[in-house]
């Protein structure tokens, strides 16, 4: 099985500015293939480094995916350094200038003179087209190596793999390595693992990663035996059974897809109202496509009087227990329902921080309210992180509470 | 000056399964010390892997940084192998476990019989206190070379390192490097970067990076000459006049508080009515802390009934120009200003995809709309990226577009 190695160059990366998720992309790339990663290397735009990196990357890969500096402006050096490192001489290529001021025309821009020497390519490598951007793909060879060198910009390296470079890889590709992701949500790591520990160590041909994130951990399996595939469903089922309503999902499952599973399943419309979430969980329910088949109604209503005026909350409930409490998270759950029509009303209400906490009520609490015919509950969240955080881990609550309510009545 | 070099260690960042985010925090978090990371090694949870990127490390770096496997599961290898490394022996701290035990206790928790690896140290490493998880944090010295070793939970590693190596670097801190970053949006990098190109080349004391990002370009300044404070504000008042009014903030500053600054300066509420946005403008609104005195609601109205019922659009314009055109975008901001009573009244509608497109209405397609006073106006912008992407390029057209006409018009 042949091994990869990237390296990602850009002082942008070693200085914390951007955060290398071209290297994920390509991981997640080659996976496809049973092609795994062994190293990425992050170095700088520096010659030295660059030259360092790729003679490390010779000795422990097959396979070297190259990102970034190959950009217009005086900071991009890595095509020079490569044109050097394979003893190469930059040619120019008319037609590859013609194909950049087109680009440039069909967005109704002129082509600035600094991309002339986008259209410089070193002889010895094998162009890839880059359909969306003015910095070619290159590709080199030598001995039994192979190096594949790519723009920084996402978007662009990205449509190189798809398009281009994943033909090699169907070629290159003998075993495939079956893998499976499982998310849960609300119960810590430790936990999780003392639950699965026996079975862990039971298991012969499959291999086990828990990951831990802030708001869900993952177990990941994976498996290259030839009936990995059946192996991996019998696992996901023992697995199952084990940890129960906590599994909200697989793979590239989210929680607001398990949402709107359900609510397709049961044929309900939903509407949320929202305070300290600002939108949160209405973007994250309209993440998922086809969502307008159930998501009808959205109001952050951030102030007392919009919770009054638009959601008809009584105003002695916020007088008497105040915006963050159980009695507001049900009013505003019911109130967005009638407002609405819908079948489902959701709402949250609490204190995202840093400001505005009190020892009754902290930064760091969320009540959120639940809406359906005869039904109308309020759950209690507590947590200690920011105020982005903070909103990450209330929708996250929000969404996981509607979702196991709704699985656990027959509504 | 102090070399830092980074080893993440995790089988999850090989595979692309989790992204990278710890060597981007602890890079920045050097940054202000004036220590500047050389490189970034990342390996599986693979014995070799790890001592091989150890030894590169001690070559290239004097202060090395690791994190990852130091949780209390099988697949958490790292402690044991550092241990070798140093010829160092686990060793039972009783008053590590009691720690822990009290974690799980103040969170309503058991303690798993799991945790019992986590009070086992090298008896080589100077333990660092990890007052938010399980995993102590260690350092070691060898040489003039010092390791710090860390969880890769990033909430814990961010406050080992805030908490307690803060200290160490603050010893070693001897040249300050100055940055400052200008954040711009609405240009591609090569016109921005023609713009500018005259004026970079005159630069002697100042470094120049520009990063690409799908929303916006920055321009990252950094220098370390004595005075580079006032040669980065000199700097600063230069590209301000050549690049005018994209530029939108520095440093910290999203385009959410470049827009809440402009809001409380004037003295002005907002409302939001969203579509294809799904809420993801009010939510970027309200991750500005202190939001509450200039955001008073949202409504996502993602059925055309909510749109006539909630914001009074027309049912004539609806059927005449459709959901996803000029006059809804209008009727849609004026709406909501109305029903608010606030200053302004901004919308967006549009179609994020990746269905629902035609040839007259593409995906990508998003039409802005905002109202103020007796200003009623439509902004139309087109995209060609997946539905979460286009989603973000919607939300930054629309709260970039508000920047621009708060700017430019004295209300």
């Known amino acids: 099985m042949k091994n990869a190695g990237i390296i990602s160059i850009g002082n942008e990366l070693l200085s914390g500015q951007v955060v290398n998720t071209n290297s994920t992309y390509i991981s997640q790339f080659l996976k496809r293939y049973g092609i795994s990663v062994n190293f990425i290397i992050t170095v700088g735009d520096d010659k030295s480094s660059i030259i360092q990196a790729i003679d490390a990357c010779r000795i422990h890969a097959d396979l070297i995916y190259i990102t970034g500096g190959l950009g217009p402006t005086h900071d991009d050096i890595t095509k020079t350094i490569i044109a ?3 003893n190469s001489k930059l040619v120019f290529h008319e037609d590859i200038l013609d194909d950049i001021r087109d680009m440039f025309r069909r967005r109704g821009k002129e082509m600035s003179d600094s991309n002339i020497s986008q259209a410089m390519i070193p002889d010895k490598a094998e162009i890839i087209h880059n359909p969306v951007g003015t910095a070619q ?3 080199f060879k030598q001995e039994d190596k192979t190096f594949y060198v790519m723009p920084g910009v996402p978007f662009e390296m990205e449509r190189i793999m798809t398009d281009s470079i994943s033909k090699d890889m169907e070629q290159l590709s003998e075993t495939r390595i079956n893998t499976l ?6 119960m810590p790591e430790s936990e999780l693992y003392s639950k699965i520990e026996d079975w862990i160590s039971d298991q012969k041909q499959i291999g086990i990663s828990i990951l831990p994130h802030f708001t869900h951990v993952d177990l990941v399996l994976y498996s290259d035996v030839p009936d990995s ?3 991996l469903s019998v696992a996901k089922r023992e697995l199952n059974e084990k940890l129960g309503e906590i599994v909200y999902g697989y793979d ?6 398990a949402v709107a599973n359900i609510l397709i399943e049961k044929k309900m419309t939903i509407a949320v109202s929202e305070s300290c979430t600002g939108g949160l969980i209405t973007d994250r329910l309209t993440n998922v496509s086809g969502s307008s088949a159930y998501f009808m109604m959205g109001v952050v209503t951030y102030s007392n009087e919009s919770k009054v005026q638009i959601l008809n909350v009584d105003p ?3 007088k008497r227990h105040g915006a963050v409490s159980p009695e507001t998270a049900k009013e505003m759950a019911l109130g967005v329902r009638k407002l609405s029509g819908c079948d489902v009303g959701l709402s949250s209400t609490g204190i995202a921080g840093p400001f505005g906490g009190s020892n009754e009520k902290p930064v760091g609490l969320v009540h959120v309210g639940l809406s359906m015919n005869n039904y109308l509950e309020s759950f209690e969240f507590r947590f200690l992180r920011d105020r982005i955080m903070n909103k990450q881990l209330f929708s996250q609550m929000a969404l996981n509470q509607l979702r196991l309510t709704l699985f656990r009545r027959s509504i």
Do not use: Q
């Open 252 to 257: 590239d499952e989210t929680l607001e897809m």
């Open 84 to 86: 050097e490192y394979f």
């Open 229 to 231: 595939f059946s192996i």
């Open 316 to 318: 002695v409930t916020l």
């Open 137 to 139: 793909g290159m590709k």
């Open 181 to 186: 992701t499982i998310h849960t949500t609300g």
